[in-house]
Structure formats: C-alpha cells, structure tokens
C-alpha cells in the first residue's frame, strides 16, 4: 500500500493555479496539503495558462513537506486530461476529482494517471486519488466511489455545487448539509478512506469557522478543505489532541494492556468505564498526536 494514503491531512488549503504568487509561496503557511485549483476558481480562457504555471512551481518549488494535491477540471470538459497529464509530470502527490458521481470516472482518471505515470517515469502507483462529491447523485453513490480504485485515499464534501443541486444554499448553520455530511462519513468509514469537510467561505466570521470545525470534528471526519492561510490554524488546533486527551489516551492504552495480562476486561480510568473497544480510539489520538508533531 502507498503510505501517503493515511497521511496527516487536517487542513487541505485551495489555492487559485491562475495566481503565479500563491504558487510561489503557500508552503510558508504550513498546511497538511495544498490543492491547486485548475477548475472553478480558473477563469475558462485561463486554463492552459494555469496548468502551465503550475507544471513549472510543481517541478521548481520545495514544498518542504505539504502535500501537493491538483484538482482537475470536470469529466465533462475538455480540459481534464492534460490536467492530469501535467500534474502527474510535474509530481504531484494527488488528484481532486471534482462533480464525482459514479466509481467509473475515478477509473477513468486512474487510466490516465497511469499512461502519465507511464510517460513520465514517474513510479507506478505514485499518485493517489480523492474524490469530490457536489451533488445529491455522489451522495448516493459514495461508497462506490470511495471503492472504486486502490488509489483512493479520501472523499470530500463540496457544499457549493452540493447545495445548489440540493436547491438549497449554504446558510451558515449547517443543517443543508446535516445528511451529507452524515452520509459521507459513513460511506469513507466502511470504505476504510479519509473523509474531508467542506470550505467555509465567510472569512471574516472566524467565531462561525470555529463552530463549524468543532462540529465537523466531533463528527469524525479527518480534516477540512479550506481557502484562506486564516483558517489553518484554528483547525490544526481542533484537530490536534490536547495535552489532556494524549495523557487519558495513554493511561487508556497501558491499562488496557496490563489489565489483559490480569485477565480483567472491564475496569475504570479517571472515573470512566474503560473496556476493549476503546483501545484503538486511544491509540488513534496518539498516532495523531505523533503525526501532529506534539507527541
Ligand atoms: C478568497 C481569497 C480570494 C481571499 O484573498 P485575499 O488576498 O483577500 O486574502 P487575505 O487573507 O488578505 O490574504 C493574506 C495573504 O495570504 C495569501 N493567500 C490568500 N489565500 C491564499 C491561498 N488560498 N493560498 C495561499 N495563499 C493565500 C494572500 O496572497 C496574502 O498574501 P500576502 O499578500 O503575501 O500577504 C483567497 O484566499 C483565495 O483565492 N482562496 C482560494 C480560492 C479558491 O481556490 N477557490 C476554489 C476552491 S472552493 C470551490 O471551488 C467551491 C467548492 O468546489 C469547494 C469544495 O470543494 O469544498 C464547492 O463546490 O463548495
Ligand atoms: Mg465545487
């Protein structure tokens, strides 16, 4: 398996791949991973000018360990190939698949990323793959989605084109998006995939972001596309284990283990009923706490 797959992605910041200088300089915020934009935020005669740019920051720039994620362009246009062609040249580490729908357009794509891994030279199962589900259909059809190649790491919620199909629209207090969001985290759970929230657009309202992120978080996803360098840090604060829950995660784990050997399956924890099934939740907090560098 290609260990990038479970890899730390609390915050996957999107950036326009129109603007030379976002290119240039996002790694200096220090998200998990960043997502160069060549769909929606490009402006339609643009196109050939962003895929270049970003071709060339691809294959000049140190990203000092963000990931480096390309969302293409849609199925539909005749754009996506040589997205994916360039990305996968450049050495991206992903793909986006945006307005997924059906486990046959992740094939799809996996197709050309392997002719461009082919091509390239680049190694063969190098490039991974997430999937963008933006309307009511991809909702349905999520764990096909999530299964549809050994590629796939993750599964993203994308409220915009989501709602507008939904014939709703993002109203700040989450309900259009309860049942997605519901859903999806289920569909990525059994599928043994990441799953990952949608952006939060009202910049200024950083009280409403914060709400959003604890919500989102207790919910169980793995992380959030953002837009702005302003969001990374109240995620990567929320999604961090506190100094608190790694010393309760730890003494979870040690008991666990030493009551086994006593043969004693249930006991407590500072207070708490502790038995078997919260031994992986406690070792989960501390892999995430390595991962984030505070343990
Ligand atoms: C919103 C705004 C224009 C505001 O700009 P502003 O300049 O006013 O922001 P400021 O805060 O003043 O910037 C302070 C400093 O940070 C730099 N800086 C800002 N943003 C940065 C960034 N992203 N990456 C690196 N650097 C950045 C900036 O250059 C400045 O640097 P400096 O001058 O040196 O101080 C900007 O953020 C931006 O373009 N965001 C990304 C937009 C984008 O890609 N949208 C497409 C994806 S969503 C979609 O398609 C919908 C979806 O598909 C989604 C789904 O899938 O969920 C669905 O359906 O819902
Ligand atoms: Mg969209």
């Known amino acids: 398996m290609n260990q990038n797959k479970k890899r730390l992605?609390?915050?996957?910041?999107?950036?326009?791949?129109?603007?030379?200088?976002?290119?240039?300089d996002a790694y200096i915020y220090q998200p998990d991973s960043i997502m160069f934009d060549l769909e929606d935020a490009v402006a339609e005669n643009?196109?050939?000018?962003?895929?270049?740019?970003?071709?060339?920051?691809?294959?000049?720039?140190?990203?000092?360990?963000?990931?480096?994620?390309?969302?293409?362009?849609?199925?539909?246009?005749?754009?996506?190939?040589?997205?994916?062609?360039?990305?996968?040249?450049?050495?991206?580490?992903?793909?986006?698949?945006?307005?997924?729908e059906s486990a046959s357009q992740i094939k799809l794509v996996e197709g050309e990323i392997v002719k461009a891994e082919r091509a390239y030279e680049v190694e063969?199962?190098?490039?991974?793959?997430?999937?963008?589900?933006?309307?009511?259909?991809?909702?349905?059809?999520?764990?096909?989605?999530?299964?549809?190649?050994?590629?796939?790491?993750?599964?993203?919620?994308?409220?915009?084109?989501?709602?507008?199909?939904?014939?709703?629209?993002?109203?700040?207090?989450?309900?259009?998006?309860?049942?997605?969001?519901?859903?999806?985290?289920i569909a990525a759970r059994a599928a043994k995939v990441q799953c990952f929230d949608t952006v939060y657009t009202d910049l200024d309202n950083m009280e409403g972001f914060r709400k959003e992120v604890e919500t989102i978080h207790l919910m169980g996803f793995d992380g959030k596309s953002i837009v702005n360098p302003r969001q990374i840090r109240v995620v990567h604060d929320i999604f961090t284990p506190s100094p608190k829950d790694i010393s309760f995660s730890e003494k979870v784990v040690r008991e666990i283990d030493e009551k086994k050997e006593k043969g004693i399956g249930v006991f407590t924890v500072d207070g708490k009923m502790i038995d078997i099934a919260f031994y992986d939740g406690a070792k989960r907090i501390l892999d995430m706490a390595k991962a984030s560098g505070v343990y």
């Open 9 to 24: 992605r609390r915050t996957m910041m999107f950036l326009n791949a129109q603007k030379p200088g976002l290119i240039k």
């Open 46 to 100: 643009q196109k050939d000018a962003a895929r270049y740019s970003l071709y060339h920051g691809l294959k000049t720039i140190d990203y000092r360990g963000c990931e480096k994620i390309v969302r293409i362009n849609g199925l539909d246009t005749p754009y996506w190939r040589e997205d994916v062609r360039c990305a996968v040249a450049g050495g991206c580490d992903g793909i986006r698949v945006p307005k997924t």
């Open 124 to 185: 063969a199962g190098k490039v991974l793959i997430m999937a963008a589900v933006e309307s009511a259909r991809g909702v349905m059809k999520a764990m096909d989605v999530c299964e549809a190649s050994e590629r796939m790491f993750g599964i993203a919620l994308s409220g915009g084109d989501y709602t507008r199909d939904l014939q709703t629209h993002i109203t700040g207090t989450g309900v259009e998006l309860m049942g997605a969001r519901q859903q999806l985290i």
